[in-house]
């Protein structure tokens, strides 16, 4: 459950918008290392069209809501796992999040204390509306830093219910919306750190460390041809692979010889239309022929081009 919630988000984090908006530019990092939010994604937010603005604003809560039940899921079952005779029941339906962090014993406590500390990614917030004065929450409350985030995040009801917010205030209009880059890693690692070595469970972690501004794919896609089939890799950024294979109906055979000769190199075949040579002598003209072969065998000629090798500098 606590990794569907997070898939979703991570999903809704993908978003065309969010590959628009992200910059190349080193964001700062304030006292702890940690990143600050950074301007330039401050600057293209404001300058979006209003249908990209909603679509952002539409990502953005689809993506808190759902880790915050990530959050809510991962505390209940922690408290599960580690819970003895002398434990505190976790709260019933409806409790803060602040509030199941409570309920937890001091061990698995410090355990998530210790995740937060390693997250090295920004969340950033913005606020939209019609208020002039948007209200002013303040930081939350709670010994440690993780535990005043758990209580800001409930007090402004930015997690498991920022749609009813954004789509019901109760004062003129105004919403707080936030983009959870942070929560997306910190519970990412709470299954990776905390849940799955108490439950005897493999699971690689989906984030990799990724700050906002690369969050994205690690590889480019791959594209192989076997002589007879194309087969295309398209890696995600959680490490999945989308593989798509088939047989061209028709391949082109490419040959080539230096000028003079009359003996032609082995051909290649290849379904793609365009190739380069490596390895031409400088100055010396090639004659290169392209013949076409449909998905009978039989082949046709489709062109004669003339190369020229690099010339020296």
Known sequence: MVQS?????????????????????????DSAG???????????????????????????????TSLGYAYEHAFRL?????????????????????????????????????TYAKVNTHEFEFQEGDSSRFPDLGPGSGSTPFRQKLNYWQSAGLLRESHVQYAYPDTAFFATVLMPFRSLEMVDRILADV??????????????????ESFGPGEGPRIEWTGETVQVSLPDRRGRVIEARWKPTATSIVRIRE?????????????????????LK????????????????????????????????
């Open 34 to 64: 940690r990143l600050l939010p950074s301007n330039e994604l401050a600057r293209r937010m404001q300058r979006l069209a209003p249908a990209a603005s909603a679509r952002l604003v539409s990502s953005c809560c689809i993506a808190s």
């Open 195 to 212: 849940l799955a070595p108490k439950l005897g469970l493999n699971y690689s972690r989906m984030t990799n460390h990724s700050p906002p």
């Open 78 to 114: 922690l408290s599960d796992v580690v819970s003895s005779e002398h434990s505190t029941p976790p709260p019933r339906e409806g409790a803060g999040l602040d509030q199941l962090y409570d309920a937890l014993p001091d061990q698995a406590r410090k355990d998530l204390d210790m």
């Open 259 to 279: 000028q003079g000769r009359e003996d032609w190199s082995l051909g290649f075949a290849t379904p793609l239309n365009t190739c380069s040579f490596a390895g």
């Open 282 to 313: 400088p100055g010396v003209k090639y004659d290169v022929q392209i013949t076409s072969t449909d998905e009978r065998g039989e082949e046709r000629l489709v062109a004669k081009k003339v190369l020229v090798g690099p010339q020296l500098q």
């Open 5 to 29: 919630f997070l898939l979703v988000a991570a999903d809704a984090l993908d978003d065309p918008v969010f590959r628009e908006l992200r910059t190349q530019d080193s964001p700062g990092t």
